[in-house]
């Protein structure tokens, strides 16, 4: 009876190892094939594609069809699942696969309705974008045609994907649209905040951009209900927190550099977009040849394009103007038919589309209607109350030709080419940096920006009933900011102000605080001063640089204070001889770090409330304390905390903050202060969607990394207040491009090439990237070597 025990229970214990193992090697099926030969239906003649050692693809197709096809074949075998979700999202689809928890954002993604919006976008497109979107459609659906094993979440969560259509690329196109030119949040909290202290004091709070500061270029009565306006946050923050889409730390940085100012003496050009963190990247690298076109940088997984990168003659970059192009409109509803709205006096039937939106778990799909007015989606409709809320928005205008814009640079030869793609460019505007091969820099901030009427600053929500308000079109393409061959050999650009007071026509009223610019411009200046020149190593340091111009503005406050404790002034005295470096092992970085957290809060949240405190430390470009630092006025006014007596100055209330912020640091890490390395509270994350969200499964798919830097700096690593300390943006995508040697060009992403958790290439780059390192950019058949996989015509 033993010997037979022992047997079965070495049986158990051989399927207990040969079952998971088994598992496990059949998942792996799931990664990429990287060699051999494929035959495939639909191609012109074949594809080459080489894989580097990061795994990043050189797609080398017979012709540029063939070359879109490679770049959708590669997309699906990495980044399957990062595609099926993003289409999700823009869909409106998320409940179909994760449930109710999602329903309250596929409501909101069919009132905006992106899917109607892009078939007339379709339509508007050049032939060669067409050709372009249907061959890189086709690429993705050969792959999935020929049968592998999914990626693991597509196990997990038990579905297929749909085969790719050509309105899923476009409609991630508005996707990131969204990311980077919303100012809808800015409008809700801007009256939300005039109805809670007063237009005065709101503008105390969200001051304008300083008048100072560096331009990237020389030279109401309404009420909206408060249940409206938090509906509406709600969702965004959860788009934001669990969807990696948008945010305020969607920013960037880029700069272009003359000749005259580098080694080489030919220009160089870098960037940094910052968007929200994630595993995978929201960037792939890539290269892609075919008989016309030839170029290489970062993608985004669902786009036939290199969006941000060079060809064989141009090079660019881009972040964001920050433009306000979205306007709120208070809507009139007929008390007698609520499907009606009120236009000069006459009522008018809203545009009513019925969608049918499936949720796991139910047996009925839920019929929703997505109501439109004149100006765009009833978005207060995700509301069970408030005020009737219309968004007018450029992206969801007729006619988006944004894509044939990116493919247009792809095949651009010099200025006036690349000039004639940025025409046709619609949304998100951005801040695009140009070098060529011929020693030219340039600049412009293209896209529709509108025109509105004398009295409507688009700051806050307007009437809608009425035409008064309406825009007067766009600003011609020749009256948009742009320099060509400046004056000061460079150009750089951080989301600061593009233009001073000058310029005639509005672009924004909500610039990013102008720190990294003016560190990008100190450094610049500093490393081509007399007879130095700037190499491809200098640009890099830039990039890595993690000093913070903001801290000059607080420290002398701050230092000029005497503790209240001998723990208090041994934390004044660190700050004293502290150079504003957000380094990893920096200890003042931390009580820097912590004593603005506390600080923020001790000063605004009393009068303020928690709710409305929070949504403008989320939302608002965080000026507002040096603001109030700095006016004696509005100090008295701001440093009295309203629910205590008697009246705090500003000098107690900062070290009741700074007593809350050692409080902090001392339960996170210890008592010892010289233990308080900004690095052990400074965590960079990189969630997975949905995984993070799902315990059992969140230590298999999410990465995490200890990270220096903060909001200000160039290599910029913001965190929340709602989440003290924690990084949930980045730069994530880098690279410097050499015009003297394009082959002498660099570039990184975030996690790794690779979206299947059991491929090497699935977070290879994290450290790398943190440590600013790069990948070779590697350009051209004869410069690339690695794995050969070939997709032949199938017969």
């Known amino acids: 009876m033993r010997r037979i025990v022992g047997i079965v229970l070495l049986v158990i214990l051989a399927l207990l190892i040969v079952i998971p193992l088994g598992g496990y090697f059949w998942l792996r099926t799931s990664l990429p094939l990287t060699s051999g030969t494929v035959r495939v239906a639909g191609l012109d003649g074949s594809v080459e594609i080489v894989r580097d050692h990061w795994g990043v693809p050189h797609i080398f197709g017979s012709t540029d069809h063939d070359a879109f096809f490679g770049l959708g074949y590669v997309h699906a075998q990495d980044r399957l699942w990062q595609m099926e979700m993003n289409r999700r999202i823009g869909a409106g689809r998320l409940s179909e696969i994760l449930g109710e928890a999602t329903l309250s954002v596929d409501k909101f ?9 892009v078939a007339t976008d379709y339509a508007a497109l050049s032939e060669r974008s067409q050709t372009a979107l249907t061959a ?178 141009v090079a660019w970059g881009v972040t964001n103007v920050g433009p306000d192009v979205q306007d709120l409109y208070v809507e009139r509803i007929n008390p007698a038919n609520p499907n009606q709205y009120e236009v000069d006096g006459q009522w008018q039937d809203m545009a009513i589309v019925e969608e049918l939106i499936t949720v796991k778990g139910e047996d009925e799909p839920l019929r929703w209607a997505a109501r439109s007015t004149r100006h765009g989606p009833l978005i207060s409709d995700v509301s069970d109350t408030g005020t009737p809320l219309a968004l007018r928005w450029t992206a969801l205008e007729p006619g988006d ?139 890099a340091a830039i990039q890595g640089d993690r000093v913070s111009t903001q801290t000059r503005q607080l420290l002398p406050f701050l230092t000029g204070l005497t503790g209240a404790d001998e723990r208090q002034q041994q934390a004044i005295d660190l700050l004293k001889a502290w150079d504003g470096e957000m380094a990893l092992a ?11 957290m506390h ?82 509270l400074h965590i960079t994350q990189y969630p997975h969607n949905p995984f993070s969200q799902v315990s059992y499964l969140k230590g298999l798919f999410h990465r995490t990394i200890a990270n220096g830097g903060d909001r200000y700096t160039v290599n910029v690593a913001p965190v929340r207040l709602a989440e003290p300390y924690i990084q ?20 990184v992403i975030t996690t790794g090439q690779s979206g299947n958790v059991l491929s090497t290439h699935y977070d290879d780059l994290i450290r790398p990237h943190r440590d600013v390192e790069y990948v070779p950019m590697t350009f051209g058949r004869e410069h690339v070597e690695g794995d050969v996989l070939r997709l032949e015509l199938q017969q």
């Open 599 to 680: 600080l923020e809060r001790a000063m605004f949240e009393d009068d303020l409330r928690t709710r409305l405190f929070e949504e403008m430390s989320t939302r608002a470009n965080p000026l507002f304390l040096e603001n109030v630092l700095a006016d004696e006025t509005l100090a008295v006014v701001w440093c009295d905390n309203v629910l205590s007596i008697p009246a705090e100055t500003c000098d107690e209330t900062a070290l009741h903050a700074l007593d809350a912020a050692l409080d902090d640091l001392t339960e996170r890490l210890g008592g010892n202060m010289n233990d308080w390395r900004w690095e052990k």
């Open 136 to 313: 890189y459609a086709a690429g993705v659906n050969a792959w999935l045609a020929e049968g592998h094993t999914l990626p693991p979440e597509f196990l997990l969560l038990g579905f297929e994907p749909a085969p790719w259509q050509p309105y899923d690329s476009l409609v991630w196109e508005k996707m990131m649209s969204w990311d980077l030119g919303g100012d809808y949040d800015l409008e809700l909290l801007r009256q939300q905040l005039v109805q809670a202290v007063g237009p005065e004091r709101t503008a105390q709070l969200l001051p304008p951009y300083p008048a100072d500061g560096v331009n990237i270029l020389a030279a109401s009565d309404l009420v909206i209900a408060p249940g409206a306006a938090d509906a509406i946050f709600a969702i965004d923050r959860l788009l934001e927190r669990q969807f990696a889409r948008g945010g305020r730390e969607s920013g960037s940085n880029n700069w272009v550099i003359g000749g005259e100012r580098t080694e080489s003496g030919s220009p160089i050009l870098a960037d940094d977009p910052h968007l929200a963190t994630s595993i995978p990247a929201i960037w792939y690298l890539a290269e892609i040849q075919g008989d016309t076109i030839h170029s290489i940088g970062a993608t985004f997984p669902g786009l036939p394009a290199i969006v941000i990168g060079h060809n064989e003659e």
């Open 728 to 747: 949930t943006h980045a730069p994530g995508y880098r690279h410097i491009i050499d015009l003297a040697d394009l082959n002498n060009s660099r570039f």
């Open 586 to 596: 920096s200890v003042p970085a931390a009580i820097y770090q912590a004593w603005m």
């Open 401 to 539: 030709t944004t894509m044939d814009a990116f493919l247009g640079l792809n095949y651009a030869a010099d200025w006036e080419e690349f000039l004639d793609a940025q025409r046709l460019f619609v949304t998100p505007s951005q801040n695009f940096v140009y070098a060529d091969r011929a020693g030219n820099i340039g600049y412009i901030a293209p896209g529709r920006i509108p025109i509105r009427v004398d009295g409507h600053d688009g700051m806050t929500p307007v009437p809608g009933w009425t035409s008064e308000y309406e825009w007067q079109g766009y600003i011609p393409f020749e009256e948009l900011p742009m320099t060509f061959n400046p004056a000061a050999g460079y150009v750089a650009t951080a989301n600061n102000r593009v233009v001073g007071e000058e310029y005639p026509h509005l672009l924004s009223n909500d610039w990013a605080p102008p720190f990294r610019a003016e560190r990008i411009v100190e450094l610049i200046e500093q490393m081509s001063a007399g007879a130095e020149k700037i190499s491809v190593d200098d640009n």
């Open 109 to 117: 993604q069919r009132t905006m309705g992106y899917y109607r919006t």
